[in-house]
């Protein structure tokens, strides 16, 4: 893996390019095709490669948590957020706990999640409706009244330890979350695939534009692998 930007060179520690930094700290993960699309027959595994599943894990590994909507994980069959033993070395050594926890974002409490594919420690960021309505085998965080509340989870999330995030969608949670002004970075893969340009990477427009800055840039065959900061 080579990197192009904002200096060229042979990457070889992935997760020190990628640490973030301390406080605070929300990225998105996607890979999408050359012209748009994040899946490819319903699912972005249709759009991954060996280069993109090697930052894949390394966002990961260098989290506090993994956030990612109800619809997602059902959709793409989320598992236990399991760790490469580099990610799990490099944990060790700058003192994180062995295992970041899954955060299902549900505004149903949870209901559809598949309790005998997720791990016992994931947690669901739900409304206090969503918590009252549903009985899952997952502890529930009840943040808003009748809708989820993500600035709060978030807030809750972090005084519980795991203020440095990677979502890894979907669209619209994206789009929420862009809108309540809750994005610090995209860590975004483009495929070298052509695949018709839907679904987006955004379920909705934002109101304006969001302005990015280039953090970094690797390459690896055909694939760019590239890192923004928002605002």
Known sequence: MRKLAP?????????????????????????QSVDGAIAVSGKSKGLQSPADLRVFRTLRSVSDAVLVGAG???HE????????PEGQAWRERTGRPPDPPLVVVSASGGRGLDPERLAPS?????SEAGARATDVPFEQIAC????????AGLDELAARGYPRLVCEGGPMLFSDLLAAGLVDEL?????????GGLPPLLAVPPVEPARLRLLSLLQEDDVLLSRWALG
């Open 77 to 84: 069959g989320y598992g236990p957020v399991r760790l490469t």
């Open 187 to 195: 860590c975004l893969t483009i495929s070298p695939l052509l695949a």
């Open 7 to 31: 200096a060229t060179g042979e990457v070889d520690d992935l997760e020190s390019l990628y640490a973030p930094p301390d406080g605070r700290h929300l990225r998105m993960g996607f890979v």
């Open 122 to 126: 994931t947690l669901v960021l739900t």
């Open 72 to 74: 997602t994980a059902r």
């Open 144 to 151: 808003g009244i009748d809708r989820v509340d993500l600035a």
